[in-house]
């Protein structure tokens, strides 16, 4: 199995910047997709941001250009880096992990980023 715990939200102004972190471990392997999902409030889950292995990056519409993916791959942990922050920003991001062999998705329990006007 694999465990993901994130860390790093809270609240902020507009404008403002935060990073999350996501430490894995487990039964880690690769190549895998690794990024962040998030539901705002009412809303369904949507992407965030997905990175794999090789280095291929996908962001959501909505936060290219102000989020950005790093992974460090010694401590086995993502970041999001987010600047710009928006009040629609608000909702619980989760992390997300899927090894490529292996067709199960793994998401961490999420944390709270609250944008304020």
């Known amino acids: 199995q694999v465990q993901l715990v994130e860390s790093g939200g809270g609240l902020v102004q507009a404008g403002g910047s935060l990073r999350l972190s996501c430490a894995a471990s487990?039964?880690?392997?690769?190549?895998?997709?690794m990024g962040w999902f998030r539901e705002a409030p009412g809303k369904q889950r949507e992407l965030v941001a997905i990175?794999?292995?090789?280095?291929?990056?996908n962001y959501g519409d909505f936060v290219k250009g102000r989020f950005t993916l790093s992974r460090d791959n010694l401590k086995n942990t993502m970041y999001l880096q987010m600047d710009s922050l928006k009040p629609e920003d608000t909702g619980i991001y989760f992390c997300?992990?899927?090894?490529?062999?292996?067709?199960?998705?793994?998401w961490g329990r999420g944390t709270q980023v609250t944008v304020s006007s």
């Open positions: 997300y992990y899927r090894s490529v062999y292996m067709p199960t998705d793994y």
């Open positions: 487990g039964r880690l392997s690769n190549p895998n997709d």
């Open positions: 990175s794999g292995s090789g280095g291929t990056e």
